[in-house]
């Protein structure tokens, strides 16, 4: 849709400005929620500098391993073209990878600093979906993760972009996406914005997004993300997700997740 805009005669990418955008309004949300804990407002910062590190580490991490075989295969063409060569370290991610490496990042933080790993994860957990909504609007206008081909008024035709067919409409999934992330982002406000809470605000993001993330793979027609048993890598990290969530929320006690 609109993949670069100019300013002052310079071609400034939407997505990394809208990514931009939602870590600045999550970092800032999560700096009223420390205040609950008081936390001093220096370690979220930190904290999430490191989050966003773990982001961009573990998101590329596994969308290389989900696109293992084409980089195999293409392995000569990768290595003898620069421009492909660069756009495959500077383009594309894949989320999950990038929230289990933001939760790592936020975790060693906490653990080098001797703060409470729970405690970090409570305060800026509840903002990922904010951030990913913004993402999600980055997404739409580069023409990524597109949806299923569908006729117009609801399929959209992405006529620059870079990554999707430009004579074909999609079901435009990405604001889906960013709509839903929202509607979790503002429950997470009303339910424990203002309260200190136990694991229960990252175990609550953590299914919703796992069962939400997993239907919405049905409606996604862009390029490979691996498939096993005719469901995708993010179906199946969603099912684990969910699994893992239960069984926490199951055997350890609030208490516990707390003093963690």
């Known amino acids: 849709m609109l993949p670069y805009i100019d300013v002052f005669g310079r071609q400034i990418s939407m997505y990394a400005l809208c990514i931009l955008i939602g870590l600045a309004l999550g970092i800032l949300a999560a700096f009223f929620r420390a205040k609950i804990y008081h936390c001093p407002w220096e370690d ?13 580490a573990g998101g590329k991490i596994l969308f290389f391993l989900t696109n293992l075989s084409w980089i195999l295969e293409h392995i000569k063409e990768i290595l003898g073209d620069m421009e492909t060569l660069s756009g495959l370290f500077t383009g594309g991610f894949v989320f999950y990878g990038g929230v289990l490496g933001a939760v790592a990042g936020i975790c060693l933080y906490a653990k080098q600093y001797h703060l409470r790993t729970g405690m970090m994860l409570e305060i800026l957990v509840p903002s990922v979906p904010l951030v990913h909504a913004l993402g999600r609007v980055g997404c739409f206008c580069a023409g990524c993760c597109y949806g299923l081909p569908m006729a117009p008024p609801l399929g959209v035709y992405f006529i620059h972009s870079l990554s999707a067919p430009r004579d074909i409409s999609f079901f435009p999934v990405q604001l889906l996406e960013a709509g839903c992330n929202l509607v979790i982002f503002f429950i997470l406000l009303a339910k424990y914005g203002g309260k200190k809470t136990k694991g229960e605000a990252s175990c609550f993001y953590l299914l919703s997004y796992g069962i939400l993330r997993f239907g919405l793979e049905f409606l996604r027609a862009d390029a490979e993300r691996g498939f096993f048993f005719g469901l995708s890598t993010s179906q199946w990290i969603s099912i684990l997700l969910v699994i893992c969530v239960l069984f926490i929320r199951k055997r350890i006690s609030p208490g516990r997740l707390e003093e963690s």
């Open 44 to 56: 979220v910062l930190y904290a999430s500098f490191y989050g966003i590190l773990g982001l961009i």
